[in-house]
């Protein structure tokens, strides 16, 4: 089996945040930091070079049975927007907190955030403690 690409590493999550040099990119970085790490426990670690992720579990996929080591929630600063990694799954805590957030976008597992500011800070923290609660859906 080939091995993934997006793997823990130790680069600094805090200079891939500052990188971008933009105060409220920078900012919105950090509230998500903050949210994903309160309720997960877990330090933030870069997984490949542009996603920070929370916590690690084990995955085991059903069809294939093959896995691997994975974030339990994370996100990607993307030029576009935020993408956000809730490895629970839209659970229906998830979903009800979806139609409620805000302006985003979802794309398969993601959800797209332009900017904090088109969203109810609030339920993202409910959001993420939801899908924290659940934990990991594809756990081995």
Same mark, same amino acid.
């Given at each position: 089996?080939?091995?993934?690409?997006?793997?823990?590493?130790?680069?600094?999550?805090?200079?891939?945040?500052?990188?971008?040099?933009?105060?409220?990119?920078?900012? +919105?970085?950090? /509230?998500?930091?903050?949210?994903?790490? *309160? =309720?997960?426990? #877990?330090?933030?670690? %870069?997984? @490949?070079?542009?996603?920070?992720?929370?916590?690690?579990?084990?995955?085991?996929?059903?069809?294939?049975?093959?896995?691997? +080591?994975?974030? /339990?929630?994370?996100?990607?600063?993307? *030029? =576009?927007?935020? #993408?956000?990694?809730? %490895?629970? @799954?839209?659970?229906?805590?998830?979903?009800?907190?979806?139609?409620?957030?805000?302006?985003?976008?979802?794309?398969?597992?993601?959800?797209? /955030?332009?900017?904090?500011?088109?969203?109810?800070?609030?339920?993202?923290?409910?959001?993420?403690?939801?899908?924290?609660?659940?934990?990991?859906?594809?756990?081995?």
């Amino acid at each position: 089996m080939a091995e993934l690409k997006t793997q823990e590493n130790d680069a600094s999550v805090e200079e891939y945040i500052n990188a971008t040099g933009n105060e409220k990119v920078i900012a +919105d970085n950090n /509230i998500l930091v903050r949210l994903m790490q *309160k =309720a997960t426990g #877990a330090k933030p670690k %870069m997984w @490949g070079d542009k996603i920070i992720g929370f916590g690690k579990y084990q995955y085991k996929s059903a069809a294939t049975g093959k896995g691997g +080591d994975w974030f /339990i929630m994370g996100f990607a600063p993307r *030029k =576009a927007s935020l #993408a956000l990694y809730l %490895m629970s @799954g839209y659970t229906p805590e998830v979903k009800d907190c979806l139609t409620r957030l805000g302006k985003h976008k979802l794309s398969g597992s993601c959800i797209h /955030i332009a900017k904090l500011a088109n969203v109810d800070v609030k339920v993202l923290e409910e959001m993420i403690n939801e899908a924290a609660k659940v934990g990991p859906k594809y756990a081995a």
